[in-house]
């Protein structure tokens, strides 16, 4: 079974360290260019490079001698010195650094095209142009510089990207109706953004013993004394933080349920009992208390209903992509391709 990983929206497509070994063809040939999805779909293997190193120029050896220029063969996608490297060394390499992730880009853009034509609708520019601008618009104030930089961390190059947009502009018309935003959802994301939070630090230990036994130590401790407790003994990924937490709304579902109980409890300045976690035990200290914003939900509405209806969109269009690979009959025939899927 093919192991599908989507990474066809913003925010959930980088693929970064499966692109690590591309690095072999940026210090080889300069720039590793697009990749033909139709190729992939076809052969479920083979990646295609562009805008790869030219015809080898003159060069003179080291007695001043000038070396014999070679005319790139013509089935050949990279020159070394001259010399070229073939598909048979290259398609392995690349179907075992990203293939898994390119062919399941192409599935599923055929089965969106697929699904497209079977409902008689088709896709227009401006679908396509709004989704490039979520893009642009999920990543705030960034520069075009960033922006290209961010593209090209998750190997984002002019192919691939315009399949992106293309890609995320058919799920969003063909579970266009799905996303309800209803009255309790807004008024939850009212509370969570503009309502009451809590300022906390957390240390987390692997048993419920050594939890019990940090308490021990650091109740009645200051700020100063928890927060060096966490840096010197956590397990939580804020050690090094001093277990510092973002401002928690005690309203915020991704918080467990315990967790906000003990918080909403908890005195400032005071260490909490144990609380258990999905990963671990931990022990927090309350640092204080941050009152509402003031903004009413009436102000608010719009703009929460619009990031509400957004996110349930990407939740949809996830679904549906799922759905659709889960039907198709996919066969992996290749076996560096095979390897990469099963990963």
Not at 241 to 251: C, E, K, V
Not at 261 to 267: D, F, I, K, R
Request: proline residues 5%; charged residues 30%; hydrophobic residues 45%.
């Amino acid at each position: 079974m093919f192991g599908w990983r989507l990474g066809v929206l913003p925010g959930r497509m980088g693929h970064t360290e499966r692109y690590a070994r591309q690095r072999f063809a940026d210090r080889v040939a300069g720039r590793l260019g697009a990749m033909n999805k139709e190729r992939i779909l076809a052969l479920l293997s083979v990646v295609v490079l562009s805008g790869c190193a030219g015809t080898a120029s003159d060069r003179s050896g080291p007695t001043g001698d000038t070396t014999t220029r070679m005319e790139r063969p013509a089935s050949a996608p990279l020159l070394v010195n001259g010399r070229p490297i073939g598909w048979d060394v290259l398609t392995p390499l690349l179907s075992e650094a990203a293939g898994a992730a390119v062919a399941e880009e192409a599935a599923l853009d055929a089965l969106l095209a697929r699904e497209l034509q079977r409902r008689g609708v088709e896709l227009t520019a401006e679908q396509i142009d709004a989704e490039r601008d979520r893009f642009s618009m999920s990543l705030g104030s960034a520069s075009p510089a960033l922006l290209e930089q961010l593209r090209r961390r998750r190997g984002l190059g002019p192919v691939r990207f315009d399949a992106l947009l293309r890609r995320n502009a058919a799920l969003r018309l063909l579970t266009a109706g799905r996303a309800e935003v209803t009255e309790e959802d807004v008024r939850l994301a009212h509370a969570v953004t503009h309502g009451p939070r809590v300022v906390a630090r957390v240390v987390t230990r692997a048993t419920r013993a050594e939890a019990a036994q940090e308490r021990e130590l650091v109740a009645g401790a200051s700020r100063e004394s928890f927060a060096e407790a966490a840096r010197a003994r956590s397990i939580d990924p804020t050690a090094a933080a001093g277990g510092w937490l973002d401002p928690i709304s005690l309203a915020d579902p991704a918080y467990p349920g315990a967790v906000r109980a003990v918080l909403s409890e908890l005195q400032v300045g005071a260490v909490s009992e144990v609380v258990a976690l999905d990963e671990g035990y931990a022990v927090f200290y309350l640092e204080r208390r941050m009152p509402a914003d003031g903004v009413s939900l009436e102000d608010a509405r719009p703009r929460l209903t619009a990031r509400l209806r957004e996110r349930k969109e990407r939740v949809e269009m996830e679904r549906f992509a799922r759905e659709l690979l889960s039907r198709a009959d996919i066969s992996v025939l290749d076996p560096s391709l095979g390897w990469a899927a099963d990963r």
